[in-house]
Each structure stands twice: as structure tokens, then as C-alpha cells.
């Protein structure tokens, strides 16, 4: 089994910056791809950003300049900066992860952008 556990979801102005954690626990010795997707009320859950086992990112259209992924593998940890934020950035985001041919979901944590 693996768990995910997100931190650092708020209640931010826009143009403001946030940054998100995932923390990743249990059978994760051969962990591969982690990413953050993010479901805004009444949509689909979207992809974000994404990180291969390589260190190879990749990030939806929309927040690509704004946003970075990156990992601490001494850690388990992936991480998203989020910056100049804007109210369609609004949303529960997922941290996931690729073990073993499974995909594992953390519990989202709310980022709201709102003045």
C-alpha cells in the first residue's frame, strides 16, 4: 500500500503564490511518476503538472510560466509552486503516483484564489 498526504492548500489573493507538498509513505520503493491534478466545482479532474521517475516535467497548457513541479526523492515529497495565481486556478488538488503498474491518490487539499 501507499498513502499520499497533501499539505499547503489556502485561501490565496490573486497573483498570489501557494505551494503544495505530497508526502508519500508505505511500499514506494520503486515509485514511479508523480503529479498533481486539480477538480474545480462542477468539472472534471484536470491534469497539472507531472514528474517522471527521470526528473522529466510536463504541465497543462494553463499553467505553464506559473507553476513548477519538483521532487525531493531523499524525501518521498513532490512538490508544486504555485505562482501569480488566478481564480480559475481555484480547486481541490490530488497529488498521484505511479507504483508498481498502480495509480495511488492522496485526499486533495483546497486551494482557493479569491480577493
Known amino acids: 500500500q501507499v498513502q499520499l498526504v497533501e499539505s499547503g492548500g489556502g485561501l490565496v489573493q490573486p497573483g498570489g503564490s501557494l505551494r503544495l507538498s505530497c508526502a508519500a509513505s508505505?511500499?514506494?520503493?520503486?515509485?514511479?511518476?508523480m503529479g498533481w491534478y486539480r477538480q474545480a466545482p462542477g468539472k472534471q479532474r484536470e491534469l497539472v503538472a507531472r514528474?517522471?521517475?527521470?526528473?522529466?516535467?510536463m504541465y497543462a497548457d494553463s499553467v505553464k510560466g506559473r507553476f513548477t513541479i519538483s521532487k525531493d526523492n531523499a524525501k518521498n515529497t513532490v512538490y508544486l509552486q504555485m505562482n501569480i495565481l488566478k481564480p480559475e486556478d481555484t480547486g481541490v488538488y490530488y497529488c498521484?503516483?505511479?507504483?508498481?503498474?498502480?495509480?495511488?491518490w492522496g485526499q486533495g487539499t483546497q486551494v482557493t484564489v479569491s480577493s
Open positions: 514528474i517522471t521517475r527521470d526528473g522529466y516535467t
Open positions: 498521484n503516483a505511479d507504483v508498481a503498474g498502480r495509480r495511488y
Open positions: 508505505g511500499s514506494i520503493f520503486n515509485i514511479g511518476a
